[in-house]
């Protein structure tokens, strides 16, 4: 038991560490419905890794890697509003998945486990994703960290400096996707995005610089994981609903507090 | 004749079956101030953004000579309100900048104070201080402006306007620059281009004032006095901040300080 826990404990933190970070852009660029269509669409890369006897978790990652790049050049089409398009494409990828779901009948599928998350049924190789691709997301981040910046605060003057404007896009829509692949275990497809939403947005009211919030919100991560799996451990709660909540009540806490936030 | 920056050759730009521009020629060159006017939806954004690289043109091309450096100053910054932001390091996303120079930057501009600010509660005057900043961190040859003074007060205007001037004579850079205010631009522009979908006119700023095709987009009948194009010779001192300078000057026929 101690041991299915700290797997659980382990996990959940290495996924909060980066998508605390990375939900930072999230919410600067306001690409929560961009996160919350990838999310969706792992379900489809559940039903696929079923089908074709492949890794689950290297499924996952391919369609939404995939489904990132398909969504960066439909963008540049312009053939529908961008939230549309994303609107169109979260539910039909979920709707499909669904439905391609239905046609295992031969496997049996935890699908409440997948649509919101199961921390407890993390395995030491979903812990190997988990932090090898934490490990590269984090990297690329504090790597590219000024140009992803400079291309948040205003495309226009990045790419006049000469920052290579298209390929950053690109790079942070692929970080996004990998995260959300990664930790579609913990929180399921249906919690996932609020994850990298909730402690970013928490961490606003106590930031004053974007280095500031990106951390504040890992942190803050962090502690709705650990809050997170002590309720589900002392009253036998879902795990990936208690971390959502336990992120929610930082949320109402930080800001009905009388903090003054900082100008 | 001084060094060439950047050409404009022959520019048309079409958005489906609107012909925005056509048949633009403008060259830019080291320590000239090119004023592009025009009336609203002329094109003269557009017209910038092709420079820029930001918008492809559909015919002509656009030459930019290696000594050209560009330094954007755009219309307006939003940030997210959700993207906690310092002066400072709005200043330190320039690329490659050096974070040493920031300060020295923030005095030139006349807004040393604000380094530690957030970008949200900054006035209008002290955004396009701002912006100009970055662009000037860019070590620029050409400073690109899209409506500079937009937002700030008349004698705000008038500050800002003296002080791309000081930095034009102090880089020795080009500037090429969109306004709407003919009359407090025009006294420092040496050029000024007037554009609507086609250039209409272009020569120095008594040239167009005088041209019928700019009478005929900016004149209001019986307007001319009080829209008197500001060209007299300057006559006394201004010091950073564009106040006159009261010391040793000399009234000439032309110089009324109210409206200044």
Known sequence: ?263 | MSTRLAELQEIGIRFGDRQLLSNINITLHQGEIVTLIGPNGSGKSTLIRTLLGLQEPTSGKVIRHNTLRIGYMPQKLHIDPTLPLTVKHFLGLVRGVNKKDIRPTLNKVGIPHLENSQVHVLSGGETQRLLLARALLNRPTLLVLDEPVQGVDVSGQVEIYNLINTIRQELNCGVFMISHDLHLVMAQTDTVVCINQHVCCSGSPQHVKGHPAYKALFGIPGADESLAIYSHQHDHVHDDSGEVVEEGHVHGPNCNHHAH
């Open chain 1, 1 to 263: 038991m101690l041991e299915l826990l700290m797997r659980a404990l382990i996990g959940g933190l290495g996924v909060a560490a980066v998508a605390g970070p990375l939900g930072a852009f999230v919410v600067w660029r306001r690409m929560a419905y961009f996160g919350d269509t990838l999310a969706h669409s792992a379900l489809l890369g559940v039903a696929l890794g079923f089908l074709l006897d492949i890794n689950l978790n290297f499924a996952i990652v391919v369609l939404c890697v995939g489904l990132a790049l398909v969504l960066v050049a439909l963008q540049k089409k312009q053939i529908i509003a961008t939230d549309t398009l994303l609107g169109i494409l979260a539910h039909s990828a979920l709707s499909l998945g669904l439905v391609a779901v239905s046609f295992l009948d031969n496997i049996r599928i935890d699908l409440m486990a997948y649509l919101f998350g199961d921390l407890l049924a993390i395995s030491q190789t979903d812990l190997y994703w988990i932090y090898g691709g934490g490990v590269v997301v984090m990297t690329l981040l504090v790597t590219f960290w000024r140009p992803l910046l400079a291309l948040t605060v205003n495309e226009e003057l990045a790419k006049v400096e000469g920052y290579p404007v298209e390929a950053i896009r690109l790079l942070l829509m692929l970080l996004v996707a990998v995260v959300i692949a990664v930790a579609m275990k913990i929180v399921g497809v249906l919690l996932i995005t609020s994850l990298m939403i909730i402690p970013a947005a928490t961490s606003r009211k106590l930031s004053q610089t974007p280095v500031q919030m990106a951390t504040f919100a890992g942190v803050l991560g962090c502690l709705s994981v650990c809050g997170g799996l002590w309720a589900s451990y002392h009253w036998d709660t879902p795990t990936g609903p208690s971390v959502v909540v336990c992120a929610a009540l930082l949320f109402l806490i930080a800001y009905s507090l009388p903090l003054r936030r900082i100008q």
